[in-house]
T-cell receptor, first 111, second 118 residues
Framework: DAKTTQPTSMDCAEGRAANLPCNHSTISGNEYVYWYRQIHSQGPQYIIHGLKNNETNEMASLIITEDRKSSTLILPHATLRDTAVYYCIVRVGASYDKVIFGPGTSLSVIP | DADVTQTPRNRITKTGKRIMLECSQTKGHDRMYWYRQDPGLGLRLIYYSFDVKDINKGEISDGYSVSRQAQAKFSLSLESAIPNQTALYFC?????????????????FGPGTRLTVL
């Protein structure tokens, strides 16, 4: 699985968009980008995933660059409940099931 | 009711004791996992199982063993607990899905077990 690099921490004002970057320069053609988040000491929660097209769901949007070497998770209107650690993970779709989590980005949403 | 449950939620034990952490799921998924989390290290995979007859080691399996008693149950054992196994332990499940964005699997995590080994 490709390695990812994320900033250690970020702040975002409540109500503003939170943009969380992830670099995955060694990503392979058959690897997907997944995002999970973990609110303090709770189990991680799946947010979104994508291969090469931008994706949007009820929680967030995922923007993947054309060369697929980086991506951005966007929380359009951050709330205090979005304060969490966000994990960017790159791996082959479903054939490799095990998920390797890195340290992630600690997002603090500030009132 | 929660889809993935873990028992106990908290446990304090002494070095050398045998400990079992249990995980049950009602999602009907074939695939189950055990992770541990330490501050600043993210989650690390201990063991995973693709079905009842399949057990695989993860990144850090030394000192641990697992048992897949049924599709819905996956237990993690520490045969002789040591202090550096103090951590937050998560169980997870997943299934195989195919959608327009391609095949993927979403993992569902339990609430975690906080284990302290003195």
């Amino acid at each position: 699985d490709a390695k990812t690099t994320q900033p250690t921490s970020m702040d975002c004002a409540e109500g503003r968009a939170a943009n969380l970057p992830c670099n995955h320069s060694t990503i392979s053609g058959n690897e997907y980008v997944y995002w999970y988040r973990q609110i303090h000491s709770q189990g991680p929660q799946y947010i979104i995933h994508g291969l090469k097209n931008n994706e949007t769901n009820e929680m967030a949007s995922l923007i993947i660059t054309e060369d697929r070497k980086s991506s951005t998770l966007i929380l359009p209107h951050a709330t205090l409940r979005d304060t969490a650690v966000y994990y960017c993970i790159v791996r082959v779709g479903a054939s490799y099931d095990k998920v390797i989590f890195g340290p992630g980005t600690s997002l603090s949403v500030i009132p | 009711d929660a889809d993935v449950t873990q028992t106990p939620r908290n446990r304090i034990t002494k070095t050398g004791k045998r400990i079992m952490l249990e995980c049950s799921q009602t999602k009907g998924h074939d695939r189950m996992y055990w992770y541990r989390q330490d501050p600043g290290l993210g989650l690390r995979l201990i063991y995973y199982s693709f079905d009842v007859k399949d057990i695989n080691k993860g990144e850090i399996s030394d000192g641990y063993s697992v048992s897949r008693q049924a599709q819905a149950k996956f237990s993690l054992s520490l045969e002789s607990a040591i202090p550096n196994q103090t951590a937050l332990y998560f169980c997870a499940t997943s299934d195989y899905r195919v959608r327009l964005a391609g095949a993927y699997n979403e993992q569902f995590f339990g609430p975690g077990t906080r284990l302290t080994v003195l």
